[in-house]
């Protein structure tokens, strides 16, 4: 994808006149039988330094073309926050050199086109190959974009040609990547029902609240405690809950004692005191 500068360019040539120089979308330049707009490859150029045969007839081969977002992660849908986009092409590993041309084409109906690389674009031996980065514009729609590959190399056994295609949905902005909107909260201030950023759509999540702590596990609140310090009603704390517990206090013999005593020591004192009147 090009700037909108370019592509402002091409929707006004495109208005008045039909496009050309770059084959249309389901056109081929497949050299068995290339469209009319297909542009010549000077394929002497991949025997630099030797001799090409005098005849040879180039044979139809694959190749895979596919998209990368600005951190060389491969995707099949991109924002403005991927950008710039690279185009990585994959050639058979014995080539030992090569021609390329890449054509953009836009949605929604692809009539629209555009070299992104124009004929012809040099490499050398096989394996990937990385075209890029490329940017949009204002004026770039959204959609689906093709992308197209128009690719000759040589091997030890002749020269080939390719047409891998890659495709790309180029999407408004939704939400940033990881981005948080909650939306219902629980007592405890966690939340219960959020959505939550992944791939540029707001996905929903939903959590059961903690249950509320009423105490801790073993926790006593004493409430009334008998006359030795004991404790005669308390709660206890039990799975989370406050239980209520009562014993009966202690029984306090000390008064009873001490009037026993007493008596004794008066039933003593008026036998003495009587013994003596009697002598």
């Known amino acids: 994808m090009v700037g909108s500068l370019v592509l402002t360019v091409l929707i006004f040539l495109n208005s008045v006149l039909p496009v050309s120089g770059q084959p249309g979308y389901g056109e081929s330049c497949s050299p068995d039988n290339p469209s009319p707009e297909c542009p010549s490859a000077p394929v002497n150029e991949l025997y630099e330094g030797e001799a090409p045969p005098i005849f040879f007839q180039p044979s139809v081969a694959a190749g895979q073309l596919y998209v990368q977002d600005k951190t060389y992660s491969q995707k099949g849908q991109v924002t403005d926050n991927d950008m710039p986009i690279y185009l990585v092409l994959i050639v058979p590993p014995d080539a030992v050199r090569g021609l390329v041309a890449i054509i953009q084409y836009y949605p929604p109906n692809y009539n629209l086109r555009n070299y992104i690389e124009s004929p012809w674009k040099r490499f050398s031996g096989g394996g990937a190959k990385t075209f890029g980065g490329y940017f949009t514009g204002a ?63 707001w996905n929903d999540e939903y959590q059961q609240c903690p249950e509320k702590v009423v105490c801790s596990e073993g926790a006593i609140n004493t409430l009334e405690m008998c006359p030795d310090g004991s404790w005669k009603h308390r709660q206890v704390c039990r799975n989370n809950a406050w239980v209520e517990e009562f014993q009966q206090c202690p029984t306090d013999y000390t008064p009873m004692i001490i009037l026993a005593l007493a008596v004794v020591v008066v039933g003593v004192v008026l036998a003495f005191a009587i013994t003596r009147k009697k002598k």
């Open 139 to 201: 004026a770039d729609p959204k959609g689906k974009y093709a992308f197209k590959a128009l690719v000759w190399w040589r091997d030890s056994s002749g020269v080939k040609y390719a047409e891998p295609i890659a495709f790309v949905d180029y999407v408004q902005i939704t939400c940033s990547e990881g981005a948080i909107n909650t939306l219902e909260m629980c007592p405890d201030g966690s939340w219960k029902h959020r959505q939550v950023c992944r791939n540029n759509a």
